[in-house]
């Protein structure tokens, strides 16, 4: 009886974690890629309602006579460079080297920071200059698509802050990295969209 | 049927280690990415195109950008076709989303 019992439990218990899964990628990773997905038509749907609008108004200021374009050239610039140390992290904690890791993983961290505090200072200048989402059309779709994205930087900010926080306890080790692998993901993601906005919001 | 699963066993460990091990040169699309944004916002600032130019050749190195970024960065060239074809269906829907919103403005009305 307790056997059959035994059997059956066996039988309807979850998978255990280390089981490979069915799709060959790993749980942690393919979750993260579909809620990136989900991010991917969050962004559509900001980038897409951009378009129409401008292409929809018959008159649209030039960004460049609003905008600092060299200053957020400079920002695009400190997040490509974030990408780049990310990515480095994880090539060192995949050799194995920790010391790398930890510092890649703070030069991240520093790189994000910096590319928020830029963007705050740029948007005290635009509304001290009396550029805000009330002032006009284009004022409103430039505060709501790259707030969101500033949100996003934030967020990711704050997720690197716990991983470069659990590397320097010695969590990660060669074989068990997915923590970063994931956090990375994440984070190039947001530079991959800071791209594409930065091209269509600026420099049109 | 014990063989059989070392063999598969084997087989994930040599796929994990390849996908492990190579690593693309990041310094060299990290210089690439700089070079196509300093001539992104170089080609906007001091040359006046005609319009539609201008935004072909911008949205055409956005891509280029992000095309790197995605594959190299997000190593999505080295990853299983199943991710691949996840993220694909997604763009089309964002495509598809666009063109839509495109449309409106773009087509003549009747």
Same mark, same amino acid.
């Given at each position: 009886m307790n056997h059959t019992a035994a059997a059956t439990f066996s039988e309807l @218990? %979850? %998978? @255990? $974690? $280390?089981e490979e899964p069915v799709t060959g990628i790993p749980h942690d990773k393919l979750g993260m890629w579909v809620f990136l997905c989900s991010e991917v038509m969050f962004f559509t749907g900001l980038i897409g309602s951009y378009i129409v609008l401008r292409f929809a108004s018959p008159s649209w200021p030039h960004p460049g006579s609003t905008l600092n374009i060299w200053l957020t050239a400079g920002n695009t610039f400190l997040l490509i460079c974030s990408s780049v140390t990310m990515v480095q992290a994880l090539a060192a904690i995949q050799r194995g080297d920790t010391r790398k890791m930890k510092l890649f993983l703070c030069l991240t961290l520093l790189f994000g920071a910096s590319f928020l505090s830029v963007q705050v200072v740029e948007y005290w200048k635009l509304l001290h200059e009396?550029?805000? %989402?009330?002032?006009s059309l284009f004022g409103s779709v430039f505060f709501t698509t790259t707030g969101f994205h500033g949100f996003h930087v934030f967020c990711g900010v704050v997720c690197m802050a716990f991983v470069t926080g659990k590397a320097f306890l010695g969590k990660y080790t060669q074989a068990h990295h997915q923590g970063i692998e994931t956090i990375g993901l994440y984070w190039h993601f947001v530079d991959l969209v800071w791209i594409v906005l930065f091209t269509i919001i600026y420099l049109f | 049927m014990i063989q059989d699963d070392e063999a598969a066993r084997e087989a994930r460990v040599e796929d994990e280690e390849r996908r492990v091990h190579r690593h693309p040169n990041y310094m060299a699309i990290f210089w690439w990415l700089f070079g196509l944004t300093a001539g992104e916002v170089s080609y906007s600032v001091f040359t006046h195109p005609p319009r539609a130019v201008l935004m072909s050749v911008l949205v055409g190195l956005a891509i280029v950008k992000a095309t790197l970024v995605a594959l190299f960065f997000m190593h999505l060239k080295f990853e299983k076709k199943t991710l691949g074809i996840i993220v694909a269906s997604t763009l089309l829907l964002g495509v598809i989303l666009v063109s839509v919103g495109m449309a409106e403005k773009l087509l003549p009305r009747p």
């Open positions: @218990a %979850p %998978p @255990a $974690h $280390h009396g550029f805000n %989402p009330h002032v | -």
